[in-house]
């Protein structure tokens, strides 16, 4: 009985190619020099959400005021 035909296996199989890789990183591009203090910039401590809109109340209640001082209500 005749051996089954069997592929011979190459000694190393060629993998498929791939561009080196830079071993250092290099910056992203150069930066406008006007931009670049704000990406140095730290955001602020956000105010939670009820303090907003209590200012934002007080600031209505107090144009209401304003304006109703200004132009009085005359109705009966």
């Given at each position: 009985?005749p051996?089954?035909?069997v592929?011979p296996?190459?000694?190393h199989?060629m993998?498929?190619?791939?561009s080196?890789?830079?071993l ?6 150069p930066?406008?020099p ?13 105010r939670?959400a009820h303090?907003?809109?209590?200012q934002?109340?007080?600031?209505r209640l107090?144009l209401r005021?304003?304006l109703?001082?200004r ?5 009966p």
């Amino acid at each position: 009985m005749p051996a089954a035909h069997v592929r011979p296996q190459p000694e190393h199989a060629m993998s498929q190619f791939t561009s080196p890789r830079p071993l250092q990183i290099k910056a992203l591009k150069p930066r406008n020099p006007l931009v670049a203090p704000a990406m140095q910039r730290q955001a602020g401590a956000h105010r939670s959400a009820h303090d907003a809109h209590a200012q934002r109340q007080q600031a209505r209640l107090e144009l209401r005021r304003l304006l109703r001082d200004r132009f009085p209500d005359d109705s009966p």
